[in-house]
Every structure is written in structure tokens, then in C-alpha cells.
């Protein structure tokens, strides 16, 4: 009965059948006004062809969305549902480009378009292997490349990097959007270094698989100022343009031992006791309690005992359930990545360090929150300004 509650209140279906039928009204309005011969339209269709044909695959493709999560459950459902979204996001971003644009090589940079989408959904595959051991990395390493590839020959035909801009000024976007990709695949294969089993490595592969968003800004700037920007400021000096690089490849390297070795040497447990011992909760003087339930959370799993704390601590000290329950909802929600049901002793290892880690960030994450509820800043779960922790 739980079950169906949950499954009723996540997709009504008077909000199923929405879709569809705006859908289906879209489409008789078009053939209604363009298509059929003495439509108001029908002499000068061509002219909207760039809006008629891209919002009607979009209709489809957020149709297709929700009959997807409706019908079907599973991590592979949840891919195929939002695989269906990003599709027909790519499809119909794909012909406006083509159909709005006026000469062959914006068309052609258009093709583009389509392989990135690929890798969009290649990349949401990859969650499904994080779990299996060299799958997912590879899989993830693939999207990266393609998308590299991909953003690169649209902009190499918009945009060639034998063209100067204003004031003489070229920016060769393409190459350095697949050079960042390619950093970022080499960062995804590093992570790889778990499998050696050192406890100083799961620190760092976990450095190497995270934010991957503002990893690849902080490359591609980095590849901006040694590409781009040098060519610039450096023209014609030979030594200045060595020193240069010199320079930044130093500070870089600096950057990225420093990072590293943080990674490696701060341990779960190192941050997980300097958290309990900065927090700062005004009614919840002994946090200290709940330290087993965390240890049994962490590295066992099991967080029944964990909530229960929460919940008890809480509400003595006076804090609305409605609130506890958003506080400690990232615990109630998490699910381990399942172990495979055949895998060698390092791959299980591996995994249950993967586990331990997703366990410790969202123990981090409730707690901060806490400390923040603390100081006395409610905003998420009150009326002050967006203090908030972000769990990612």
C-alpha cells in the first residue's frame, strides 16, 4: 500500500495524460494551419518550419518522459526516461539550427549537435556501472570523447581557428573544449588507481572522479591562458613565451600536488571528527551520541539506528519534525551501489570504499546543515537568507 501511495503521489495521471493530449493539439493546429491546403498558412510553411518541427519533437520527447516514468521503474527505467527527454531536446535543438540557418556551414556545424546528445545519454549510462569496476569509467570516458570531438568540429566549421577576430585576436574554442574533454577522460582512467587497494589511493581517485564540472572550467582556462593568451602577450618572444609556460605549468603543478595530496591524507574519519568537533548547535550540547550510529552508518550501512538518533536529539531539542525530516531525508534516501553477484575480492573492496565515501558526504552534508540550524540560520527549513549546505 505504500508503495502504490508513493508511486500515485510521484506521477498523477490527469498530469500523464496532459502531455499527450497538448501534444496531439499541437500537432492538429499545425496540419490544421500550415498543411492542408487553404490553411491560413499553407503558402508560406516553409518560412516556419524552424518552429514548427523543433516544439513538436520536444512535445514528443517530454511526452515520451513521462510516459517512461510512469510505466516503467528501475535504475535502466530512469535512464530510459530521461534518455527520451534529452533525445528530443537534441533532435528538436538540432532542426531549428538546420532550418534557421542560412548557409551550408552553420548547417553543417549543426550535425554536431546530435553526437553530443549521444554522449549526454552515453554519460547518464554510466551511472547505472558505477558499481562494476572499469565499466563505468569507460563508458563515462567514451561520452567524454565524444562530446569533445563534437563541440570541436562544429566550432572548427563556425569558427576557424585560421581566422582572426577583433583587433587580431583568435580563440581557438574548439580545440580547446576537446583538449579539456581529453584532460577530464585522463582524469576519469586515473581514478582507476583504487584498484591498487592503498587507502591513500581510494582518497585520491575520489579526487579524480569528483566535479567534473569545475574541473573542466579550471582546465580549459588554464589551456585558455596557455594556448590562447600567450600567443597573445608573448608574439614573437621566444624566451618569454618558454618562461611563460614555464610558469603557469609550475603553479598548475603546485595546485594539483597540493589537491592530491589533501585527498590522499585527509581521511573519512579525519573529516568526520573534525565536523563533530566545529559543530555548533546551541540545543544539542553532546553530539558526541551519535558518533556510533554514525560509525555503524558509514562503514556497516545500516542507518536505522542513525535516524533514530537524529530524530530523538532533534526533537528534544525542540526542532519541527517536518524540518528533522528534510535534514536527514539525503540518509532515509540513500542506497548503496549494489555489489555485482560475481566480482573479484579487489573489485568488492573497491565498491565498498565507493560506498563509504557516498555514506561519509551525505553524514558530512547533514551535519554541516546541522551546524548551520545551529547558529541559527534557517533558510531551507526556515526564513533566513540561503546559508543552507548543498549536497552534491
Known sequence: ??????????????????????????????????????????????NYYWLIFPLEIFLVGLTSMQFAAYFFKGSWAQVLSRSCFVLGNGISLFLFWFLAAS????????????????????????????????KGEIIK?????????????????????????????????????LYSFIVLSLFELASLIELSGNQKAYGMANWFRSNHGSKFFGIFIILFILVDLRR??????????WIFIFVVLAIVFIILAVKLWNAANNTP????????????????KDISDITLHINDFVYNGSKSGLIACLFIMT????????????????????????????????????????????RMKIVE??????????????????TAPNTMQKYN
Open 365 to 382: 552534508y547533514v551535519i554541516k546543515n546541522l551546524d548551520v540550524y545551529g547558529r541559527g540560520n534557517y533558510n531551507g527549513f526556515g
Open 232 to 241: 597573445i602577450v608573448m608574439s614573437g618572444m621566444i624566451w618569454g613565451v
Open 1 to 46: 500500500m505504500q508503495v502504490r501511495n508513493r508511486l500515485n503521489t510521484e506521477v498523477p495521471l490527469n498530469k500523464l495524460v496532459i502531455y499527450p493530449v497538448v501534444t496531439l493539439l499541437y500537432m492538429l493546429f499545425t496540419v490544421m494551419v500550415f498543411f492542408i491546403p487553404g490553411g491560413p498558412g499553407y503558402n508560406f510553411r516553409e
Open 103 to 134: 548557409d551550408i556551414e552553420t548547417k553543417l556545424a549543426g550535425l554536431g549537435i546530435i553526437p553530443v546528445t549521444v554522449s549526454i545519454i552515453i554519460y547518464k549510462v554510466s551511472r547505472i556501472y558505477e558499481n562494476r569496476v572499469y
Open 269 to 284: 574519519e579525519q573529516r568526520l571528527n573534525k565536523h563533530l568537533q566545529n559543530i555548533n548547535f546551541d540545543k544539542i
Open 315 to 358: 526533537y528534544k531539542a525542540g526542532i519541527p519534525i517536518w524540518t528533522v525530516k528534510r535534514m536527514i531525508a539525503p540518509i532515509v534516501d540513500h542506497k548503496d551501489l549494489e555489489m555485482p553477484s560475481f566480482m573479484t575480492r579487489k573489485d568488492y573492496m573497491v565498491i565498498e570504499e565507493r560506498n563509504k565515501q557516498k
Open 141 to 177: 570516458v567514451i561520452s567524454y570523447l565524444i562530446a569533445g570531438f563534437s563541440v570541436y568540429f562544429m566550432f572548427n566549421i563556425l569558427w576557424p581557428e585560421s581566422e582572426s577576430y577583433t583587433g587580431g585576436f583568435s580563440f581557438s574554442l574548439g580545440r580547446l573544449t
